[in-house]
C-alpha cells in the first residue's frame, strides 16, 4: 500500500470493469477511500447488475483497502447525487471525482438511432455534469478537489463513431470550463484520451498490438493527476497507454493563416485556399486520428 491519496475520498464512476475499475483498485491501494459506482450494464448500456461493483469492491477489500459499492445510473439527477452523497455519508467528505462512466454503440452517420444517441449523450455527458455538479459544491466549501475526466482518442474522428466522437470531445470542452471555474478554489481538472484493451472492443481491433494495452497502464497517471502532487496541472489532455504518456497543446494551435487588408472575397478565398491552408490535402487524405496500433486495415 502506498500513501500518495492517503484520507483521501475518490468516486469513480464506471468502475466495475476497465478503466475505471482500474483506478478505483489502484487508488484505494494508496490509501484513498472508494465509491465504485457502476450500474452493471454491458458495453453498449444494456441490462443491469450488482455483481462488476461488488467484485471491485471485494477485491480492494481483500488488499486492505476501503470502498463501498453503488449501483446507481450516472445518467439520471437523482443517481448522479445519490453516488456522490454516499461518499459524504459513508467516508465524510469527497475530494476526488472520476467521470468515466460511457457506453458505446457503433453506427455509420446515416443509421443512427435517436435512442442511441439519447443513451449516448445521456450517460457520458449528463453523467459527466450531473456528478461534477454534485461533488462540485463540496470541493468549493473545502477548498480543494481532483476531477478526473475520460475522454477518447475517437473525439478526434473516426468512421461509423459520430455519437462516441461527439460526445468524448464534448467532455473536453466540459472539463476545460470546469477547470477554469474551479482553479480558485483549490480544485483541477483534467482529460484523459487513454489507449487500452477494454471488454466492448471490436473485432477489428483484435491484435497483438492493442491487447498490450491494458487499463492498469493508464491508472498510474490517473492516480499521480487526482493526488496532491499534481495541484500545478489543471485544464491538460493526456494522451495514455502502455509505457506512453504525452501532453496534447491546449489551446490546439492554428497551422496557417491568410490575411489582407479588408474582407476576403470567395472568389479570392477559391484560389488562395487551395494554394495557401489547404495545399496537399484531399476528400480522401483527411488523416486518421488515431495512433497506428488502432488503425483499421
Not at 53 to 76: H, K, P, Q, W
Not at 222 to 236: F, I, K, P, R, W
Amino acid at each position: 500500500m502506498g500513501d500518495m491519496l492517503k484520507g483521501r475520498v475518490a468516486v469513480v464512476t464506471g468502475a466495475g470493469n476497465g478503466l475505471g475499475r482500474a483506478d478505483a483498485i489502484a487508488f484505494a491501494s494508496q490509501g484513498a477511500n472508494v465509491v465504485v459506482n457502476d450500474l452493471g450494464t454491458s458495453h453498449d448500456g444494456r441490462g443491469s447488475s450488482h455483481d462488476d461493483a461488488d467484485r471491485v469492491v471485494l477485491r480492494i477489500r481483500s488488499e486492505g483497502g476501503e470502498a463501498v459499492a453503488n449501483y446507481a445510473s450516472v445518467a439520471t439527477e437523482e443517481g448522479a447525487r445519490s453516488i456522490i452523497q454516499q461518499a459524504v455519508d459513508a467516508f465524510g467528505r469527497i475530494d476526488i471525482l472520476v467521470n468515466n462512466a460511457g457506453v458505446i454503440r457503433h453506427q455509420n452517420v446515416d443509421a443512427i438511432l435517436t435512442e442511441d444517441w439519447d443513451l449516448m449523450v445521456k450517460t457520458h455527458l449528463y453523467g459527466m455534469m450531473y456528478c461534477t455538479r454534485a461533488a462540485a459544491g463540496y470541493m468549493k466549501n473545502q477548498n480543494y478537489g481532483r476531477i478526473l475526466c475520460t475522454s477518447s482518442h475517437i473525439g478526434l474522428g473516426f468512421a461509423g463513431q459520430a455519437g462516441y466522437s461527439t460526445v468524448k470531445e464534448g467532455i473536453v470542452g466540459f472539463a476545460r470550463t470546469v477547470a477554469r471555474e474551479m482553479a480558485e478554489f483549490g480544485t483541477t481538472c483534467n482529460i484523459l484520451r487513454p489507449i487500452a484493451a477494454w471488454r466492448g472492443i471490436g473485432p477489428e481491433f483484435k491484435n497483438p498490438k492493442v491487447e498490450v494495452h491494458r487499463p492498469e497502464d493508464v491508472a498510474a497517471l490517473a492516480t499521480y493527476l487526482v493526488s496532491e502532487a499534481a495541484d500545478h496541472v489543471n485544464g491538460c489532455i493526456f494522451e495514455v497507454f502502455h509505457g506512453h504518456v504525452g501532453i496534447y497543446v491546449e489551446p490546439p494551435p492554428v497551422e496557417r493563416i491568410l490575411t489582407k487588408e479588408g474582407r476576403w472575397t470567395p472568389e479570392e478565398l477559391m484560389h488562395a485556399v487551395p494554394a495557401e491552408l489547404t495545399r496537399g490535402r484531399s476528400r480522401q487524405a483527411f488523416p486518421e486520428t488515431l495512433p497506428d496500433m488502432f488503425r483499421m486495415t
